[in-house]
């Protein structure tokens, strides 16, 4: 949970309107999610660190956590 809570850290100062701080606990939410920010023409992508953590992020963010294990399931 500690890196949940250091990745939520680590995405708000990106998006200074919309920070992103969330965590989903099915891909089905961040899905949703993501998909309002492609609607408002925002660029996002969704990671995962296992099966039960989706975070929505910015495309640098998830560039960063690539190179700490998460793995990017979904972008634009």
Do not use: H, W
């Not at 200074?16 to 939410?29: D, K, V």
């Not at 975070?55 to 972008?75: E, N």
Request: proline letters at 4%; glycine letters at 6%; charged letters at 15%.
């Amino acid at each position: 949970m500690n890196t949940i809570n250091n990745v939520s850290n680590l995405m708000a100062p990106n998006f200074s309107r919309n920070p992103l701080t969330s965590c989903f606990s099915s891909l089905q939410q961040a899905i949703g999610c993501a998909n309002k920010f492609f609607m408002e023409g925002q660029n996002v992508q969704i990671v995962a660190k296992d099966k039960n953590a989706f975070l929505v992020v910015s495309p640098d963010i998830a560039r960063q956590m690539s190179t700490k294990g998460f793995r990017l399931l979904y972008g634009n």
